[in-house]
């Protein structure tokens, strides 16, 4: 099970950032596929979520309005477009595969283990 994030960075705030993630195959089968931040000294929040089968996407309060999630199914590939960056978007992102319920994602934003290594957002 491989879980790779890429497209982190720098960014000014107002300003936009694409992540990446690409999934092994097992990863993708999950159904529902998330992206969770940690900044230094908090805890991991999950932040946006999709389930692939329907395309059905889920948002933190946070970044509602701000943040899209989607995927490429071909590719096993899920996106985070960051728009409207703030401050206090920084920290390590992370790809995660996520409990389903059949229909959904289910309550909870529930990890099945599998975590990518991350890549840093900085917003300044």
């Known amino acids: 099970v491989q879980l790779v994030e890429s497209g982190g960075g720098s960014a000014q705030a107002g300003g936009s950032l694409r992540l990446s993630c690409d999934a092994s195959a097992v990863a993708a089968s999950s159904g529902c596929m998330g992206w969770f931040r940690q900044a230094p000294g908090k805890e991991r929040e999950g932040v946006a979520a999709?389930?692939?089968?329907?395309?059905?996407?889920y948002y933190a309060d946070s970044v509602k309005g701000r943040f899209t999630v989607s995927q490429d199914n071909a590719k096993n590939t899920v996106y985070l477009q960051m728009n409207g960056l703030k401050p206090e978007d920084s920290g390590m992102y992370y790809c995660a595969a996520l409990v389903c319920d059949g229909v959904g994602l289910a309550p909870g934003w529930l990890p099945l283990g599998f975590w990518g290594q991350g890549t840093q957002v900085t917003v300044s």
């Open positions: 999709i389930y692939t089968p329907a395309g059905t996407t």
